[in-house]
């Protein structure tokens, strides 16, 4: 059973950066992806960004476009999700989720089946 475990997250004011984790163990080793999402009090969850362990082909939501990057640690499982010039819109639970193969929509939350239990990440000045 893949198991995920975020970190990373704190209180930052706004145009700061952080750098998010994901620790992933128990995968087999055939191709996957892992999804960022973040859930903001009383919005829907959210896909921000996802990385293919197949080619480290990347995807980002539009509005994180140009500040956020995905990346990955092969040798030690981790997903990354560096955040730079932070908005107090990006305030939300993010979690980070794991699917094998590939998806026709790797942003949707329908398309993964293993979550993390989620790190907070707040901007207020």
């Known amino acids: 059973q893949v198991q995920l475990v975020e970190s990373g997250g704190g209180l930052v004011q706004p145009g700061s950066a952080l750098r998010l984790s994901c620790k992933v163990s128990?995968?087999?080793?055939?191709?996957?992806?892992i999804g960022w999402f973040r859930q903001a009090p009383g919005k829907e969850r959210e896909g921000v960004s996802r990385?293919?362990?197949?080619?480290?082909?990347?995807l980002y939501a539009d509005s994180v476009k140009g500040r956020f990057t995905i990346s990955r640690d092969k040798a030690k499982n981790i997903i990354y999700l560096q955040m730079n010039n932070l908005k107090v819109e990006d305030t939300a639970i993010y979690y980070c989720?794991?699917?094998?193969?590939?998806?026709?929509?790797?942003?949707?939350?329908?398309?993964?089946?293993?979550w993390g239990q989620g790190t907070q990440v707040t901007i207020s000045s």
């Open positions: 128990g995968a087999r080793p055939i191709v996957y992806l």
């Open positions: 990385i293919s362990s197949l080619d480290e082909s990347t």
């Open positions: 989720a794991f699917r094998y193969g590939d998806a026709w929509e790797p942003l949707s939350r329908s398309a993964y089946s293993d």
